[in-house]
């Protein structure tokens, strides 16, 4: 079934050509990687990373910071209106007045008396000192909480809870129990330190401490998710967005705390059109190393020399010494057609099998020489399986040249339809790169991709490789048995038809 003088002959007729291309395609295949690999690309990417990164964390700690603010402000006003408000209540009632209130109530409640009915009670007994219910009912309500105890560290801590509950609230039902959580911690937290200090404000206390504490907080939640931040930065940005928030309140008084908020910490992503901002995000998390390497050689120029190749060299196995009479010398020998078939079947596939063998060691030998850069994202065994899915391709389009080659006696003929078949299979994955999901948004043309309908190369999936999936599989499956079953009808024919010698 093989012949060694017909392999011999093929290997001498066609080694030139063979070395030229396994040359050339592993010379810039070379070049490709060590360029790519060391050159400035990711590092614009990066650049650009950073910029958006820094942008969309900067917005983050805004708000933040504008939103804490605003609350804290709010709760401290609230402290010290809620505060002043008891202690002119306790002093119009005088503390003998809480203790009459407080006790006939007591009494009311021994007797039997449900809490409403009491106060409604108390209300009506107290109506001729000027006592509201709704002063009845603060004045029972912290008796309830604290008793007789009157004093400021007392009261204060009263109020305080109050505020805080009040904010809990809130927040509650705004951003759910997580962020209340958090909101009510730090308004006790805020408030006791506020009341530690008697030289600021409320407003620039609260602007000052809530600075500190996104400086703290927000640089320890950007740690958990990889991003590092220095507190003393993040603290600037958040009192510098405070201060702009501040002016603007002081400006405009009566516009929406929310809206403010939402209009100061927009970041640039937020000012483009939604297809821009998905384009830029895209950009952002571009694997450029992979792209070129994955998807623009392997699939597009790293093809283009060996499918060249293949059309000369699976029209000169056949096709070519038929057309010439060359094959009537073989075939007066004892060689049988057969045995000529399989013979340059295993010719060309071991050719193919070589050079992209040939491949794998350069850009292996390429990816140790350029070393552990963070530009390069493609393994040695990724760039193995790449290799291999290249192979495979080609050997699936080989078996199309190589039946054309042994279905025509023309060489023309099997040149034109299998050359022909072949590169158009190249031209219409080139085309269909610019429609793939590999290339970002901002200059992919969705049209395009229809080209990847026609094309069996399309079936080589390297970014399968690249992702660590294992949808190239059963793609390589159907290519091998492509190629597979082109080389048996290949050999049906050759054996069955009519041959000019």
């Known amino acids: 079934m093989f012949s060694k003088p017909l392999f011999k002959q093929s290997c001498k007729a066609n080694a030139v050509v063979w070395g030229l291309v396994t040359f050339a395609t592993c010379f810039m295949l070379a070049v490709v990687i060590l360029i790519i690999g060391t050159s400035d690309a990711s590092n614009i990417r990066d650049s650009m990373v950073k910029v958006f990164q820094d942008d969309y964390v900067n917005a983050k700690i805004d708000e933040t910071a504008m939103r804490y603010y605003h609350i804290t402000e709010g709760a401290l006003e609230a402290y010290e209106e809620k505060k002043e408000a008891f202690r002119t209540l306790i002093e119009g009632v005088t503390e003998e007045g809480y203790v009459t209130v407080t006790q006939g109530y007591e009494t009311l409640v021994a007797g039997g008396a449900d809490d409403e009915t009491a106060r409604a009670t108390i209300d009506s007994q107290t109506s001729a000192l000027g006592l509201t219910r709704e002063y009845v009912d603060v004045l029972i309500d912290y008796y309830l909480a604290c008793g007789s105890d009157l004093s400021e560290p007392t009261v204060s801590s009263y109020i305080m809870n109050g505020v805080a509950d009040g904010v809990t609230a809130q927040i509650l039902a705004q951003y759910g129990q997580e962020a209340a959580d958090s909101a009510r911690g730090m308004m006790t937290g805020a408030i006791e330190a506020y009341l530690s200090q008697d030289a600021l404000s409320t407003t620039d206390f609260a602007a000052g401490y809530i600075a500190e504490l996104v400086g703290e907080q927000m640089s320890e939640l950007l740690l958990q998710e990889g991003l590092t931040y220095v507190p003393a930065e993040i603290e600037a940005e958040a009192a510098e967005a405070i201060r702009n928030f501040r002016g603007r309140l002081l400006v405009d008084p009566d516009q929406d705390a929310d809206v403010l908020i939402a209009e100061l910490c927009s970041s640039i992503l937020d000012e483009f059109p939604e297809d821009v901002t998905v384009a830029l995000e895209e950009i952002q998390n571009l694997d450029v190393f992979g792209l070129i390497v994955g998807a623009v050689f392997f699939k597009a120029a790293g093809l283009l020399l060996p499918m060249v190749y293949t059309i000369m060299t699976a029209n000169n196995l056949i096709a070519g010494q038929v057309d010439s009479g060359s094959m009537a010398y073989v075939l007066s020998t004892p060689t049988k057609r057969g045995k000529v078939i399989f013979t340059q079947m295993c010719f060309l596939v071991l050719s193919l099998f070589s050079m992209f063998a040939l491949t794998t060691l350069t850009g292996v030998v390429c990816l140790a020489a350029i070393g552990d850069r963070t530009a390069v994202t493609v393994s040695y065994g990724e760039m193995v399986l790449l290799n291999l899915g290249a192979f495979i391709t080609m050997f699936a389009i080989s078996g199309i040249c190589f039946l054309a080659s042994a279905w025509f006696n023309r060489s023309k003929q099997a040149t034109t339809w299998g050359g022909g078949l072949s590169m158009f299979f190249l031209v219409t994955i080139i085309l269909g790169m610019f429609g793939s999901k590999v ?51 290949s050999a049906i024919r050759f054996r069955k038809k009519d041959l000019p010698l």
Request: glycine fraction near 4%; proline fraction near 2%; charge should be neutral.
């Open 439 to 489: 290339i970002p948004s901002a200059i992919r043309i969705d049209a395009m991709n229809y080209f990847n309908y026609v094309t069996i190369i399309s079936l080589f999936d390297s970014i399968s490789i690249l992702n660590g999936t294992l949808t190239f599989l059963w793609k390589l499956a159907i290519l091998a048995a492509i190629g597979i079953a082109c080389y048996a009808v």
